[in-house]
């Protein structure tokens, strides 16, 4: 079968190495057919040399959709040609935040794609409890947005109550778009959200997210002002991992309020620990997702309360898996979502 290794920063090869077999199979493994795989920006570091916790060689793709091949004799959750996805998260199970119920934060959490082997092949292994399955109604392409959507779905639990709240998320990047619209879906009054790409807040509009503001042609209080009025905003999102971003947000927000916290940031952002005080924010960081993310972030775009088909950009054959990320460079705040495709 095809892989795609890169074997350092920039150098990626498709090679062919051996086919897993269905008798190779343990007790609870699935073998499965990969049909698209997704590219997000954790995967753009990697190729830069960027992600700190990334070693090489290394084998990507942690977003995905797939067909089941064969499973293993204890099976029972799932069969032959059900189409699925898996979170990609390896956990120990034995640490406290295991023992708690939030594998999600493991002391020993291993990713998919970047401390551990991705599923950029044409088969790939996976335990049942960690597959998904999706409705038959869901393209290959909506199968493997379940990933970034179970982002929004869990950072959205993050947040105390959404319910009747203002609610404002800054950056429209794929991951700000469908927090945001699980934010509307979880009940919020009215949420903004904001960026400095007209490209990235008109796919805001596209998902069907009516209050949008560009921040480099007019002011964050001007545009929380036109929106909100003398309500302001309860909670807020922290998506595109810039400082200006974070200051804004907790100068802003109401007292009491919160602030969620999902960017990652290229350089250590600085907190006025006193006003966060004065103030009583609370501030909450944001890991991935659980298996409960997973599942109602598939359920909730098979019912086409989440909108992703707006977010796709481009197609790429398997073996022109370094032309997508090139493409992603050059088309930079022009381009959402880049799939793969594997296995048609």
Excluded at 56 to 69: D, F, K
Excluded at 107 to 134: H, S, T, Y
């Amino acid at each position: 079968m095809r892989q795609a290794i890169m074997h350092k920063p920039g150098d990626i090869e498709i090679r062919q190495v051996q086919d897993i077999l269905p008798s190779s199979l343990q007790a609870h493994e699935v073998l499965i057919s990969i049909k698209r795989i997704g590219v997000c920006g954790s995967d753009i570091h990697v190729f830069h040399g960027e992600h700190p916790a990334t070693p090489y060689p290394v084998v990507q793709g942690h977003e995905y959709s797939a067909i089941v091949l064969a499973t293993g004799s204890a099976v029972k959750s799932v069969s032959k040609g059900m189409k699925v996805t898996a979170r990609p998260q390896l956990v120990c199970g034995e640490c406290g935040p295991c023992n708690r119920g939030q594998y999600n934060a493991c002391q020993e959490l291993k990713v998919q794609g970047f401390q551990a082997p991705g599923v950029a092949q044409d088969m790939f292994v996976v335990p049942e409890d960690r597959i998904v399955i999706l409705s038959d109604s869901m393209s290959f392409e909506q199968g493997a947005m379940v990933e970034p959507a179970a982002v929004g779905a869990h950072s959205t639990r993050r947040a105390t109550k959404l319910k009747g709240k203002n609610v404002v998320v800054s950056g429209a990047g794929t991951i700000g778009n469908l927090l945001a619209q699980f934010a509307i879906a979880r009940g919020a009054n009215k949420v903004l959200i904001t960026d400095i790409s007209d490209f990235r807040l008109q796919k805001a509009r596209d998902c069907g997210i009516e209050y949008t503001l560009n921040v480099k042609n007019e002011s964050f209080e001007e545009g929380i002002a036109s929106v909100f009025g003398t309500q302001g905003f309860q909670t807020a999102f922290e998506a595109a991992g810039v400082q200006s971003s974070l200051d804004v947000l907790m100068s802003n927000v109401e007292k009491g309020g919160e602030v969620v916290i999902l960017g990652v940031y290229a350089k250590n952002p600085t907190v006025n620990m006193f006003y966060l005080g004065e103030h009583e924010l609370n501030v909450f960081g944001s890991m991935m997702y659980k298996h409960e993310d997973y599942e109602e972030a598939a359920e909730l775009i098979a019912s086409g309360k989440i909108k992703t088909d707006p977010l796709l950009s481009k197609h790429f054959n398997f073996e022109d898996y370094k032309d997508a990320y090139r493409f992603i460079e050059e088309q930079g705040d022009k381009t959402m979502k880049v799939m793969i495709d594997v296995n048609d």
